[in-house]
């Protein structure tokens, strides 16, 4: 009994002698409570929705009247005005709106004549969750115009015809560019942060030091190959996942250069954050501790799973610097939405100032390690 109370006493002061340990694992379940909590299941808020009003008679006005009064009211969109329906199109496909409503010529007369007056709403399909709120939203509008309160001598009725931009898109298809980037994660976490603490643990580095290698190229080195492992990985997961969900977009030319950029880019942005976060930490347990809260962190607010627009305000700041925000729309945008370069070279920039930052960070705290 002796013998096994000090081997209890052993572990007991190991991990005591870490706080930041204790820490981890105390916070830990409170962030996933708070984290998906509000990650999932949230309703839709202060999504944008393109208005192209070609008609502007009397009952076009009634509908822009409608519009403002959901974004005064439930907030479940923004009105965007346009006069152009294919700038409106286009800004839906990139992701700058998500949908666009089109009011088409002659709208209001054919109202007054009971001459079939429709109305278009563009969606992007790629997201099922926007899209059926959209969809929800703008039927009850069009319900609501079909029957006013007060009943007027004029009889209308205005019909909805939802226009869907892409074929119908299966969860697993749209849970794809989120695993890719969740892969290269965590063969980032595994191959690059628990490598590298180990190693150091070990006193490796200290052994490269006594080499003519300077302490920048060491870290070049590191860095390097970090994002080599997580390139290949991308990659391969990439493929096969395209292939199990049914993704034949990745064979074209132009979706395989850019997939590649964001594979290459992401790759490094996030090999980069995590060397910074391990360059000062000297205890081993303690990253094994801290992955499971950043992959909450960083993979759950990233729209992966549900759309950014029905997080609360302080989880839409979190999603607004993660670079896991825009590795997944870049990838959803050339895998589900056939995009160019054109709608992802936003993402592409924010993950090369993200990468440029993070390791002009890490390489005086390591020079300060050592």
């Known amino acids: 009994m002796n013998r096994m109370m000090a081997i209890v006493e052993r572990e007991m002061r190991k991990f005591f002698r870490s706080p930041a340990l204790m820490l981890v694992a105390m916070i830990f379940p409170l962030v996933q409570l708070i984290v998906l909590g509000n990650a999932f299941g949230g309703k839709i808020r202060d999504a944008k929705l393109g208005l192209v009003d070609e008609d502007g008679g009397t009952q076009a006005l009634k509908i822009r009247e409608a519009f403002d009064s959901v974004h005064a009211n439930m907030r479940t969109f923004e009105p965007v005005y346009y006069s152009d329906e294919k700038k409106a199109v286009a800004d839906v496909r990139n992701g700058k709106i998500q949908g666009a409503v089109i009011i088409p010529p002659q709208y209001s007369r054919r109202v007054y004549e009971q001459d079939q007056p429709k109305i278009g709403l563009v969606v992007d399909n790629s997201d099922n969750f926007m899209t059926s709120t959209l969809e929800g939203e703008l039927t009850d509008i069009t319900v609501a115009l079909n029957n006013p309160t007060v009943e007027p001598r004029i009889l209308q009725q205005t019909v909805l015809q939802i226009v869907e931009l892409y074929p119908y898109i299966e969860y697993m298809k749209y849970l794809l560019p989120g695993s890719i980037a969740l892969a290269m994660f965590v063969s980032v976490m595994i191959g690059g942060g628990m490598l590298y603490i180990d190693d150091k643990a070990r006193g490796v580095h200290e052994g490269y030091l006594v080499t003519p290698i300077t302490k920048a190229e060491l870290v070049l080195g590191l860095n390097a190959a970090g994002a080599i492992k997580a390139v290949m990985t991308g990659v391969v997961i990439t493929v096969i996942g395209s292939m199990l969900a049914g993704v034949g977009t990745i064979f074209r030319p132009g979706t395989m250069l850019g997939l590649l950029l964001m594979i290459l880019l992401t790759s490094i942005a996030f090999n980069t954050m995590m060397f910074l976060l391990m ?42 610097v993660d670079p896991f925000t825009f590795a997944v729309h870049g990838f959803k945008s050339l895998l589900l939405k056939e995009t160019g370069l054109v709608a992802i070279w936003p993402d592409m920039v924010y993950l090369s100032v993200f990468a440029i930052i993070t390791f002009s960070i890490a390489v005086p705290l390591f020079k300060r390690t050592l």
């Open 279 to 320: 360059v000062r930490v000297e205890d081993p347990l303690v990253p094994r501790a801290i992955f499971g809260i950043l992959n909450t962190l960083l993979f759950f607010p990233s729209g992966s799973v549900y759309p950014i627009q029905a997080f609360p305000r302080w989880l839409r700041v979190i999603a607004a």
